[in-house]
């Protein structure tokens, strides 16, 4: 057998490391995706109380805020209007831009609808824009006129109260 000249071995040497570099990269860059997902959903478990809401672009009374709350939990949610359960699940994708989430009812009035939705985490702010027409994921945080848009603005109840801002 004939030895491999050295040029050759230098230039395959070369390119196993661009490839050994390149997998690694990839790697780091997909660890920190799944960190992300990782991260948003540990973050977004808890319980929320609206401050601030608006349907098809329209604010929602202070009285109806007041009547709301919402449990997240391990990818299962509950929300109570009142004395009015919804239960259901709902999923992240923190790589999407901006960030999404489907829901989907299992038990209550929206027992079987999907909703796809935009979401932003900041500290304990939790920003949800949802089509409730169920037709396509929202695009920008906006509730508008003529739409099924509904737009709400979460803060996260620490022992029994909630943090207004105002």
């Known amino acids: ?14 390119m196993m490391k ?13 660890t920190g995706f799944a960190a992300d997902a990782a991260d948003d959903a540990k973050a977004v478990q808890g319980s929320w109380k609206p401050v601030k809401a608006e349907l098809a672009g329209q604010p929602m009374a202070d009285a109806v805020l007041k009547s709301i709350s919402l449990k997240l939990d391990n990818g299962k949610y509950e929300v109570l209007v ?10 992240l994708d923190s790589r999407s831009k901006p960030r999404s989430m489907v829901i989907t009812g299992t038990d209550g009035p929206n027992q079987g609808k999907t909703f796809p939705a935009i979401y932003e985490l900041k500290g304990d702010t939790l920003r949800i824009c949802y089509d ?3 037709v396509k994921r929202p695009t920008e945080f906006k509730s508008i006129a003529g739409t099924k848009l509904y737009l709400v603005t979460y803060n996260r109840q620490k022992d029994g109260t909630t943090k207004t801002g105002r």
């Open 1 to 14: 057998m004939s030895e491999i000249p050295t040029e050759c071995r230098d230039n395959a040497s070369y």
């Open 18 to 30: 661009n490839i050994l570099c390149t997998c690694l990269g990839l790697a780091s860059l997909l």
């Open 82 to 91: 009142g004395e009015t359960p919804d239960k259901g699940t709902y999923t």
């Open 132 to 134: 409730l027409s169920g």
